[in-house]
């Protein structure tokens, strides 16, 4: 959705990585989806904004992608 938005080709994408997670150690998440910087370029996700699980992980990515089409759309 995010290609789309941008009107760029998903082919065009250059790295793409995974990680299975093992690591997470959440005990105690944020409660929100995720951070954002001041001037809306950085925005961060993980374990620790909503906790180390699958679902989490769908929310917090699905959020960072409804907001950063909803910044470029009112630019």
Known sequence: ????????????ARDAAADRGRSARTTAPLGAPFLRGEDG?????????LGACLEAAYFYGAAIASAIIKHEVSL
Not at 41 to 49: E, N, P, Q, S, W
């Open 41 to 49: 370029t950085l925005y961060v996700g993980g374990d620790l904004c």
């Open 1 to 12: 959705m995010l290609a789309d938005a941008f009107g760029v080709a998903t082919t065009s």
